[in-house]
């Protein structure tokens, strides 16, 4: 795909807004000197050096947002203690803070990673403790992050679930919050991504489990086997009744799966020395669901958010990828990205058929580009959906907020 193209997406995503509705967590890094093994137990002695808590989950798939450009509205429920007051202060100045739940008896959910190691070596994760895991949500509280959902993803041009496995999400919710955007003659795309219900949430317009979570799920192994890559994804793709399915891959790229189109194998860019995958998944769906809501195809949108997952992976701790950052990795990447494992795999799709897989029949690419967007394209004609999948989503009018 030419370069031009995706340089040129980057500039359409900014001041488009992204209700981001889910799971936030507040990432602390405490950072030492390995100094010497205790004489109590093996285990190792740290000089303290800093502590740093920087948004985690939906609140850093928010600050992707943000940092790309566009304007998050960011919805969930963030306890009253101090932990959730610097998670707040973390959110990057384009997140919109106004649809936030704040309970004063609940605990932030903070995840804790100890990172070693001496002067002039990296920093490694030692162990990570989590806190404020597993707590029951109150009816009140669900009832208010509900209404602030709505609210936010009326005024939004794309809505991104993210479920951490909380329960304050859940596929019955956003069911209903699918239904209530339809009814408002909002038809905005609708992206989640779960780290523990992927097959329980169905007919929206993507997801984006990674490699292990698909194995999860479905009870497999795909252990590098192209053939059982494309069944999982298919097998996906029809069970959610999503428009696209996005399986990442870490180092072995991405893979797009569409109904009746062939699957698009997307390899890694830039280098492979990776520091920290810490949130590369936030990054990944924020930058797709920003595409998407600039009017970008599914597969022009996944290869800006490899590239963007690209950056991010080369940076320590929970992180972001600025516009600036996302232009000059396509540019420096552009001719260098490595092979993908089944990218030179000639596979059939598959679909859906009586419970089972079964050979897709072949379609001309004219023919599959012209199905992307399912029905949308039939609601939506006159909005241009050639020019691609998120345009069949757009309301008249909403051009984006700079």
Do not use: W
């Not at 928010?62 to 304007?71: I, R, T, W």
């Not at 809505?159 to 304050?168: A, F, K, R, T």
């Not at 079964?358 to 992307?372: D, I």
């Not at 345009?391 to 700079?402: C, I, L, T």
Request: positive net charge.
């Amino acid at each position: 795909m030419d370069s031009a193209q995706l340089l040129a997406l980057i500039d359409a995503v900014r001041g488009r807004t992204v209700a981001v509705i889910g799971d936030v967590i507040a990432d602390e890094f405490v950072y030492g000197r390995v100094a010497r093994v205790s004489r109590e137990a093996p285990v190792l002695i740290l000089e303290y050096d800093s502590t740093e808590i920087v948004a985690g989950g939906g609140a850093n798939a928010a600050n992707n947002v943000a940092a790309l450009g566009g304007v998050a509205s960011l919805v969930s429920l963030v306890g009253g203690d101090e932990p959730g007051t610097r998670l707040i202060r973390s959110l990057h100045r384009r997140v919109d803070r106004r649809h936030l739940v704040r309970a004063r008896a609940r605990t932030t959910t903070v995840k804790t990673r100890i990172l070693a190691g001496g002067v002039h070596s990296t920093k490694q994760q030692v162990v990570r403790i989590d806190r404020g895991v597993g707590q029951t949500i109150g009816p009140r509280e669900r009832a208010a992050v509900e209404r602030a959902a709505m609210a936010a993803a009326v005024d939004a041009d794309a809505v991104l679930i993210s479920d951490y496995g909380s329960g304050l999400i859940t596929p019955a919710f956003v069911s209903r919050l699918r239904r209530s955007l339809r009814s408002e003659g909002v038809p905005i795309p609708i992206l989640v991504d779960s780290r523990y219900r992927l097959l329980e949430y169905r007919g929206l317009t993507a997801c984006t489990p990674n490699e292990s979570e698909v194995e999860q799920a479905l009870g497999i192994e795909i252990d590098d086997d192209p053939r059982v890559l494309e069944r999982a994804g298919r097998d996906v793709l029809a069970r959610t009744q999503m428009k696209a399915v996005l399986i990442t891959r870490g180092g072995r790229g991405m893979a797009l799966f569409q109904p009746n189109a062939p699957t698009v194998h997307i390899p890694i860019v830039g280098s492979d020395e990776i520091a920290d995958v810490t949130g590369a998944g936030d990054t990944v769906m924020a930058t797709l669901a920003l595409a998407l809501a600039a009017g970008a195809t599914f597969e022009r949108a996944a290869r800006l958010a490899n590239h963007a997952g690209g950056v991010v992976v080369m940076k320590r701790g929970t992180a972001t990828v600025s516009a600036d950052e996302l232009r000059a990795a396509i540019t420096a990447n552009e001719g260098r990205a490595r092979p993908s494992v089944g990218a030179d795999l000639k596979v059939r799709p598959y679909q859906a058929h009586e419970g089972r897989l079964k050979p897709a029949p072949t379609r001309t690419p004219e023919a599959a580009g012209s199905t992307s967007a399912g029905s949308a394209k039939a609601r939506h004609a006159k909005a241009g959906h050639a020019k691609g999948v998120g345009a069949a989503f757009r309301r008249p009018g909403r051009s984006g907020r700079g």
